[in-house]
């Protein structure tokens, strides 16, 4: 395996006596799509609220590119090329989804405070939001405010946000969360576009898709990483299977 | 497909609300700009120096537009800096310096350094704290300016005269200071236009709708809102600075709580997040105010009720309701 990329050391997080993240650790290479599952309230979100700065860990590192990003704040680790999406949608609804997008470009294209000039009329960010648009299919719905988007659409319009903040490692929580049949599908495939260009941690309940696109899948339990392994070991794994994988009959229906 | 149709109706709808509000706003200052001269027909004197003061609250409602439409900071402490702006004056011009670009420069820089220190401290908090700690530093500073006994304390000061600009006293007549009012109603409305549609205001609108999101790409919201926080402030100061030339007297009046509920109240009314909204709110509110003290001396048993019925029931204030009542003529 290449030098990590991105490399989490002995994470920890409690509230109060609740360990939500209890000594996590693994490692991300350059291009590589690692998996984390897990069942509900394992922590994986918790996890990621770490990873990007969100939250303060107890105790533990992050290091992205050899450098320690610990203690680092959330908008520090971004321009560092740490990027991030959300389990429950997060985008400015009043905004076209263009300007969405533009305001990630904005955020590493020299100051932003600059107080005359109208920031809509940018060319240089508009064509650079316009190609994140493209990249995950939005390009049609530029103008439209991002509020009256479809939920497919929002969180594709979430992909293009962090891939508009030109990420080196992107960490992706339940991009599908709540996409209907079709709408899953698109997503899907622009995680197969994504795959390889970044290091990505993805989170996700569908197993056909982690699966089908994960390099290496962490399964994670009660806050504890309980196995690491190509999809297949993870497939194979009985201690996985007993904690996590029996119980995907019942989860299923939840 | 029918979500294209909304969009559709959405870009649309807001493209005819900016509209609307900038022809509002071309009428209100052509019409201001006549005012002197219609005045003629009336108590000419008793009316420029009303609209005088209306146009000088609509600054200083403008400038809270500019944190509370656009960055969600309620601040009721607003007449803080109204206060700083006309002490300033009052202050230097009682020593003899009534030059307006030296008294506007200092009540510039006491604002600026005001807000960066308060502001500083309050936008650590938020919600109904950040609107207690404004109004704790608000009071601080009036009594403050109680305590002042050489500048007359509780009881305020007289000017000795009007500010005199580059030597003139451009301000000495009442349609001198009418037009310069204006003229800085106009210019602040101008500037803080730029400012929301500028990649500062952009940042700044977006902490106000999401700020974890503008956090996860990149922005640190709280330097803007501080920034955004000292521009107002000063923005205020220079209607407190016109207040104290419009009146001749200062006093720590100016800066109660009472007169920040007022800027906060003609700012809804006009219709927050607009910036025409609160420079027509503020005038409104002032003439609806004058109008019922005329009426009757109990007037603040209808004024009263009818803001909250304002608040309440119109939503978006006069833009909000001026919007609807275009958007059904128009279909
Ligand atoms: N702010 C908080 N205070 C206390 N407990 C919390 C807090 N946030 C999360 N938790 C708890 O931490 C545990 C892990 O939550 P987390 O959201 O990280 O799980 P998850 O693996 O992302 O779950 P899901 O698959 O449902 O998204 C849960 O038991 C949750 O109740
Ligand atoms: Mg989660």
Redesign the interface.
């Known amino acids: 395996m290449a030098e990590a990329l991105l490399s989490v050391d002995g994470l920890c997080k409690a509230y109060g006596a609740l360990t939500v993240s209890d000594n996590v650790s693994f490692e991300v290479a350059p291009g590589e799509l690692h998996a984390l599952i897990g069942p509900n309230g394992a922590g994986k979100t918790t996890l990621i609220h770490q990873l990007?700065g969100?939250l303060r860990s107890d105790s533990g590192h992050v290091r992205l590119g050899g450098e320690d990003i610990t203690r680092l704040?959330?908008?520090e680790r971004?321009?560092r090329g740490l990027?991030?999406s959300?389990q429950i949608t997060?985008?400015?609804?009043?905004?076209s989804a263009l300007?969405n997008v533009a305001?990630?470009a904005?955020?590493?294209s020299g100051?932003?405070?600059?107080?005359?000039?109208?920031?809509?009329r940018?060319d240089d960010l508009n064509a650079q939001a316009m190609e994140s648009l493209r990249t995950v299919g939005l390009q049609g719905?530029a103008?439209?405010?991002a509020g009256?988007?479809?939920h497919g659409e929002k969180r594709l319009l979430e992909l293009a946000?962090a891939l508009?903040?030109a990420p080196k490692a992107l960490l992706l929580d339940e991009p599908l969360a709540g996409t209907g049949k079709e709408e899953s599908q698109s997503v899907t495939a622009t995680l197969r576009q994504l795959k390889g260009r970044f290091a990505i941690v993805l989170i996700e309940h569908d197993m056909e898709a982690v699966f089908a696109l994960a390099d290496r899948v962490s399964v994670l339990v009660y806050g504890k990483i309980i196995a690491t392994g190509t999809p297949e070991q993870i497939r194979n794994d009985p201690a996985v299977r007993e904690a996590y994988l029996g119980e995907e009959g019942e989860a299923a229906h939840a | 497909m029918s979500a294209a149709g909304t969009d559709i109706a959405v870009t649309a709808k807001a493209r005819q609300a900016v509209g609307g509000r900038e022809r509002a706003i071309i009428a209100t200052f052509v019409l201001l700009a006549l005012a002197p001269i219609a005045a003629q027909a009336g108590p000419q004197g008793y009316i420029i120096d009303l609209i005088t003061r209306m146009m000088i609250f609509a600054i200083a409602a403008l400038s809270l537009d500019l944190i509370l439409g656009y960055g969600a900071m309620v601040s009721f402490g607003h007449a803080a800096f109204i206060g700083l702006g006309a002490y300033a004056v009052g202050i230097l011009a009682s020593h003899g310096v009534t030059d307006f670009v030296v008294q506007l420069a200092a009540a510039l820089a006491a604002a600026a350094v005001f807000a960066f220190v308060t502001g500083a401290l309050s936008l650590r908090t938020k919600g109904v704290y950040f609107i207690m700690i404004t109004l704790a530093f608000s009071q601080m500073l009036f009594f403050f300016g109680v305590s002042l006994s050489a500048y007359g304390g509780d009881d305020g000061l007289s000017l000795p005269e009007r500010s005199r600009l580059f030597g003139l006293p451009l301000f000495s007549s009442d349609k001198g200071l009418f037009y310069a009012t204006l003229a800085c109603l106009i210019g602040c409305y101008l500037l803080c236009r730029a400012i929301v549609a500028s990649r500062f205001g952009r940042v700044l609108r977006g902490a106000r709708e999401n700020p974890v999101r503008m956090t996860a790409i990149g922005f640190s919201p709280y330097r803007f809102q501080l920034v955004a926080y000292v521009i107002s402030g000063m923005m205020a100061a220079l209607a407190g600075a016109l207040l104290a030339n419009q009146t001749g007297f200062v006093s720590p009046a100016y800066m109660s709580w009472q007169r920040s509920g007022e800027l906060l109240a003609m700012t809804i009314f006009g219709g927050v997040g607009t910036l025409v909204g609160p420079i027509i709110g503020a005038m409104a509110f002032l003439a609806l105010e004058e109008w019922l003290a005329g009426l009757t001396e109990h007037w603040k048993m209808i004024f009263g009720p009818l803001l909250v019925c304002v608040v309440l029931f119109a939503r978006g204030g006069i833009m909000g309701l001026a919007a609807r009542i275009g958007g059904k003529r128009d279909g």
């Not at chain 1, 997060?90 to 905004?95: D, E, Q």
């Not at chain 1, 100051?111 to 809509?120: I, K, L, M």
């Open positions: 990007s969100l704040p959330m908008a971004v321009h990027a991030r959300f997060s985008i400015l609804p009043g905004f300007e305001l990630a904005q955020a590493r100051s932003s405070f600059r107080f005359f000039a109208n920031a809509a940018e719905r103008s439209t405010p009256v988007l479809s946000i508009a903040t």
